[in-house]
């Protein structure tokens, strides 16, 4: 399956953020999507997903125009894991697990068993069937981030659009959740994931797109793409990337900031 | 397990078929109750007797019930659950606890409308078909300012400060009625309107507004879960399967239909759209698959006690939509102290 922008232009009001715009994904691909703040990644999620309306191009997935879906079709496909969140009312961790259900339900229906044990089984991939009971507006900010993983997993995907999961984390949920990143990749899903570290575009053994200057302006494999010219121009601060020489889990590139 | 998750709120939520119960023995139990209080006092005995055998020791009970008391009493339940049913819904739809079914301006038109219908000299009936349109028509007339105006900004947001815009408009034409109204004849009525009252309901009026306000609560129940969703935001609920803006559409609809149908035939009573939705969240958790129901019955149950309060307190009846803020304002306040921040 594919989801694709083409000669995407992309805005909010009457000024475009992102103009020109080609970029696809691919199921069994891992992207990370890196720019500065600002840059636009939001901004291309959330065309991608159907809740902001191009200024000009095409959104396709499958070879159909997004508009031409419905949006419980469109989620049964595409799953959203965004960046901040306030829930205005306490629901319980399972509630929130079993939103990721609605895109499988009737319109009239609620969750049944059948959801149920789909839920749980998300959770337990996660390794967070402990804060099934728990209400999410008390969680931690690792937590709540862990139980949007599992709603989006709920959902059953072919594709898995994540806003920044690793932001406002401490250091061990980092890494925690790019490990569960990566148990998550195999040939059935494709994952698109904005990041501020590139590191973590390694660590995944990713593909990179970078959003600068209102395009993506390269696209390729991380080791090929993250080099020091290219932190240099769009975060503009010195950074070496060096190989780790090491057995195993840790031998792969790194990002060393100059300070 | 640690202290939070042993005080979790949802350990009461697994309960909740029992809460339906006993909330509804509650309820029958508030009803008999009503039927037998009044200036004609009848007792339970009697009562029971007379509905499950057919005989009446009594000979004017059949009279008092079916005339006085049942009208009253349904109309009763009708109100209640009606307002606290779309409040529950609006403030899910709202994603806000602070919302109420006359957020986007149901009421300010409805009382408009039937103080147009008293200044004309209209029949009871001309007065809530005045109200009903006037109720309908303010909030289709927020929906469209919103939808004209709004496109740069959020939808939630311009949906409120729009309806906030058509409330005050109303209310200023409500005043102009008053203003330009007979002081000795259409100045009371105006003000008595407003005020609302379950004292004039009767069975013709009942079977027009039952089967409206059935046909209006259904499809809001049906939509239980998709409001649960929507608690994460328009982006979020699109995301995730919603069609939120025909959700939010259906809902509007539906929520001021029921609103207005009541309004129409009791006038203006506030407060219970806003306290009985916190209070059944408090009892239930924020699911509306069981919230909305709950809002339903304890609405209803809270109703009839203040309108047995109301009709028996005094001798002069005292209206009930002062009756409500007098005696929901401190209980409100009471439930906030007893609640904490697990409820919403």
């Given at each position: 399956?594919?989801?694709?922008?083409?000669?995407?232009?992309?805005?909010?009001g009457?000024?475009?953020?992102?103009?020109?715009?080609?970029f696809?994904?691919?199921?069994?691909?891992?992207?990370?999507?890196?720019?500065?703040?600002?840059?636009?990644?939001?901004?291309?999620?959330?065309?991608?997903?159907?809740?902001?309306k191009?200024?000009?191009?095409t959104?396709?997935?499958?070879?159909t125009?997004?508009?031409?879906?419905?949006?419980?079709?469109?989620?049964?496909?595409?799953?959203?894991?965004?960046?901040?969140?306030?829930?205005?009312?306490?629901?319980?961790v399972?509630?929130?697990?079993?939103?990721?259900?609605?895109?499988?339900?009737?319109?009239?229906?609620?969750p049944?068993?059948?959801?149920?044990?789909?839920?749980?089984?998300?959770?337990?991939?996660?390794?967070?069937?402990h804060?099934?009971?728990r209400?999410?507006?008390?969680?931690?900010?690792?937590?709540?981030?862990?139980?949007?993983?599992?709603?989006?997993?709920?959902?059953?995907p072919?594709?898995l659009?994540?806003?920044?999961?690793?932001?406002?984390?401490?250091?061990?949920?980092?890494?925690?959740?790019?490990?569960?990143?990566?148990?998550?990749?195999?040939?059935?899903?494709?994952?698109?994931?904005?990041?501020?570290?590139?590191?973590?575009?390694?660590?995944c053994?990713?593909?990179?797109a970078?959003?600068?200057?209102?395009?993506?302006?390269?696209?390729?494999?991380s080791?090929?793409?993250?080099?020091?010219?290219?932190?240099?121009?769009?975060?503009?601060?010195?950074?070496?990337?060096?190989?780790?020489?090491?057995?195993?889990?840790?031998?792969?590139?790194?990002?060393?900031?100059?300070? | 397990?640690?202290?939070?998750?042993?005080?979790?709120?949802?350990?009461?939520?697994?309960?909740?078929?029992?809460?339906?119960?006993?909330?509804?023995?509650?309820?029958?139990?508030?009803?008999?109750?009503?039927?037998?209080?009044?200036?004609?006092?009848?007792?339970?005995t009697?009562l029971?007797?007379y509905?499950?055998?057919?005989?009446?020791?009594d000979?004017?009970?059949?009279?008092?019930l079916?005339?006085v008391?049942?009208?009253?009493?349904?109309g009763?339940?009708?109100?209640?659950?009606?307002?606290?049913?779309?409040?529950?819904?609006y403030?899910g739809?709202?994603?806000?606890?602070?919302?109420?079914p006359?957020?986007?301006?149901?009421?300010?038109?409805?009382?408009?409308?039937?103080s147009?219908?008293?200044?004309?000299?209209?029949?009871?009936?001309?007065?809530?078909?005045?109200?009903?349109?006037?109720?309908?028509?303010?909030?289709?007339?927020a929906l469209?300012?919103?939808?004209?105006?709004?496109?740069?900004?959020?939808?939630?947001?311009?949906?409120?400060?729009?309806?906030?815009?058509?409330?005050?408009?109303?209310?200023?034409?409500?005043?102009?009625?008053?203003?330009?109204?007979?002081?000795?004849?259409?100045?009371?009525?105006?003000?008595?309107?407003?005020?609302?009252?379950?004292?004039?309901?009767?069975?013709?009026?009942?079977?027009?507004?039952v089967?409206?306000?059935?046909?209006?609560?259904?499809p809001?129940?049906?939509?239980?879960?998709?409001?649960?969703?929507?608690?994460?935001?328009d982006?979020e609920a699109?995301?995730?399967?919603?069609n939120?803006?025909?959700?939010?559409?259906?809902?509007?609809?539906?929520?001021?239909?029921?609103?207005?149908?009541?309004?129409?035939?009791?006038?203006l009573?506030?407060?219970?759209g806003?306290?009985?939705?916190?209070?059944?969240?408090?009892?239930?958790?924020?699911?509306?698959?069981?919230?909305?129901?709950?809002?339903?019955?304890?609405g209803?149950?809270?109703?009839?006690?203040?309108?047995?309060?109301?009709?028996?307190a005094?001798t002069?009846?005292?209206?009930?939509?002062?009756l409500?803020?007098?005696?929901?304002?401190p209980?409100?306040?009471?439930?906030?102290?007893?609640?904490?921040?697990?409820?919403?």
């Open positions: 399956m594919i989801l694709e922008i083409k000669q995407g232009t992309i805005g909010y009457h000024k475009a953020v992102l103009s020109d715009v080609n696809e994904l691919n199921t069994g691909e891992t992207v990370c999507l890196l720019g500065k703040n600002g840059a636009g990644k939001t901004t291309l999620f959330k065309a991608l997903l159907g809740v902001l191009p200024f000009a191009g959104i396709l997935l499958n070879g125009p997004i508009d031409h879906w419905n949006r419980r079709k469109f989620a049964q496909l595409v799953g959203y894991i965004p960046q901040a969140r306030a829930l205005p009312f306490p629901f319980r399972m509630d929130v697990v079993l939103f990721g259900r609605t895109a499988h339900l009737r319109a009239f229906a609620s049944g068993k059948q959801d149920r044990m789909i839920a749980d089984e998300c959770l337990e991939m996660l390794n967070i069937v804060l099934k009971d209400i999410f507006t008390q969680l931690s900010g690792g937590e709540q981030q862990m139980v949007i993983v599992a709603r989006a997993l709920a959902q059953q072919s594709f659009i994540m806003d920044e999961p690793t932001s406002s984390l401490d250091f061990g949920n980092q890494i925690k959740i790019i490990q569960r990143i990566n148990s998550l990749k195999n040939n059935e899903l494709g994952i698109l994931m904005a990041t501020h570290s590139p590191d973590h575009a390694f660590m053994d990713a593909n990179v970078i959003v600068h200057e209102q395009s993506i302006w390269k696209y390729g494999y080791n090929d793409i993250i080099t020091e010219e290219i932190l240099k121009t769009i975060y503009g601060v010195d950074v070496k990337v060096r190989a780790m020489s090491g057995n195993d889990d840790t031998a792969r590139m790194v990002c060393v900031p100059t300070v | 397990m640690n202290k939070t998750s042993k005080q979790s709120p949802y350990r009461i939520h697994r309960f909740s078929g029992l809460l339906f119960v006993v909330l509804g023995l509650l309820l029958v139990a508030t009803i008999l109750f009503s039927i037998c209080l009044g200036r004609y006092p009848l007792t339970v009697d029971l007797t509905i499950f055998t057919g005989k009446n020791t000979p004017l009970l059949p009279t008092v079916i005339n008391r049942l009208p009253r009493i349904i009763a339940i009708l109100v209640g659950g009606a307002l606290s049913i779309s409040g529950a819904a403030q739809l709202f994603r806000n606890p602070m919302v109420s006359d957020i986007l301006g149901v009421s300010s038109g409805a009382g408009f409308g039937a147009i219908g008293i200044l004309m000299s209209f029949t009871v009936l001309g007065i809530q078909a005045m109200a009903f349109i006037f109720g309908v028509g303010a909030v289709f007339l469209s300012v919103s939808k004209a105006i709004g496109k740069n900004h959020d939808k939630i947001l311009m949906l409120v400060l729009s309806g906030m815009v058509t409330a005050a408009i109303f209310n200023a034409l409500v005043s102009l009625t008053k203003y330009i109204a007979d002081t000795d004849s259409k100045l009371p009525d105006i003000t008595f309107w407003l005020m609302g009252t379950l004292s004039r309901i009767t069975v013709a009026e009942l079977q027009i507004v089967p409206v306000v059935l046909i209006g609560i259904i809001i129940l049906l939509l239980g879960w998709r409001l649960n969703v929507l608690s994460f935001g982006e699109k995301a995730l399967g919603v939120t803006g025909r959700l939010r559409f259906i809902i509007i609809c539906c929520a001021s239909l029921i609103t207005a149908s009541v309004v129409c035939i009791v006038g009573i506030g407060w219970i806003l306290i009985i939705p916190h209070f059944a969240r408090f009892l239930v958790g924020p699911n509306h698959k069981v919230l909305l129901p709950a809002s339903f019955l304890s209803s149950i809270f109703i009839l006690w203040v309108d047995n309060v109301a009709r028996s005094t002069l009846e005292i209206p009930i939509g002062i409500i803020s007098l005696i929901g304002a209980l409100f306040l009471l439930f906030l102290r007893k609640s904490s921040k697990k409820t919403w």
